[in-house]
């Protein structure tokens, strides 16, 4: 059975840092691009960022390219986000996201998701 798990939201003021982690599991994700998509209230879930197991395929979402940084642990099977100069704008449910393709784009294609974590700044 097919498991992203997120950890690591929770509540931050303007500014701030915050590191979520995805611990994959059940099957192997070496053809699979890992990734984020995030969720406010009212809004559709976006693209964040994704990349490869590789650290290749590496993209980001404008709106936080020069803030956010994603990265793997191949050995512990987990995507991070790290967050930093966080903006009340950020808030939102984050999902980590795999799907078999170079690179993840939208999610309608996405194979497989998490579960979500909460993430809220505060101004």
């Known amino acids: 059975q097919v498991q992203l798990v997120e950890s690591g939201g929770g509540l931050v003021q303007a500014g701030g840092s915050l590191r979520l982690s995805c611990a994959a599991s059940?099957?192997?994700?070496?053809?699979?691009?890992m990734g984020w998509f995030r969720q406010a209230p009212g809004k559709e879930r976006e693209f964040v960022a994704t990349?490869?197991?590789?650290?290749?395929?590496?993209y980001y979402a404008d709106s936080v390219k020069g803030r956010f940084t994603i990265s793997t642990d191949n050995a512990k099977n987990t995507v991070y986000l790290q967050m930093n100069s966080l903006k009340p704008e950020d808030t939102a449910v984050y999902y980590c996201a795999a799907e078999r393709t170079l690179r993840l784009r939208k999610t309608a294609t996405v194979d497989y998701w998490g579960q979500g974590t909460q993430v809220t700044v505060s101004s």
């Open positions: 990349l490869r197991w590789s650290g290749a395929n590496t």
């Open positions: 059940g099957r192997t994700f070496s053809s699979y691009a």
